[in-house]
């Protein structure tokens, strides 16, 4: 029986999945997206809920937690405060899990892991200009 059995292995070494899981969590909360393998998002989902949530509480111990996995402090300082202020009102649930369908290459089933409550990133699109009738004869007779 599985009973309370901890988090998935990966088939990775304790210190190459930990790596692995840290430098995910650091991608995800500097782009506020990335995208990864299924497992490996709901593992990362995990990590990264903890240390929005220490972000949130603020204080030097949880700075100093939060340290431990999050070894960037120009992103700890995103952490602890533009996240503190966008989820504060939010009692958990700071990540979405949207399934990509399959890799090409081996199949692996794909998921895009996200921060909730992200600012969309909106572009205009400007249609390229076409030059009017009366202008592209104009040309042409140059």
């Not at 958990?92 to 892991?113: P, Q």
């Amino acid at each position: 029986m599985r009973h309370k059995v901890g988090q998935r292995k990966l088939h990775r070494t304790t210190s190459h999945r930990l790596a692995m899981l840290h430098n995910m969590v650091t991608s995800l909360l500097e782009h506020e997206a990335i995208r990864t393998t299924l497992p490996k998002a709901k593992e990362a989902r995990a990590l990264a809920e903890r240390i929005i949530t220490l972000g949130k509480r603020g204080g030097l111990s949880n700075v100093r937690l939060a340290e431990r996995t999050v070894r960037n402090r120009v992103i700890l300082k995103k952490v602890f405060g533009e996240y503190k202020e966008r989820y504060a009102n939010r009692p958990g649930g700071y990540t979405r899990i949207v399934r990509l369908g399959f890799r090409r290459g081996d199949g692996a089933e794909m998921a895009l892991l996200e921060l909730v409550d992200r600012p969309a990133k909106t572009t205009p699109v400007e249609a390229p200009e076409t030059p009017a009738q009366g202008e592209a004869s104009e040309n042409k007779a140059e």
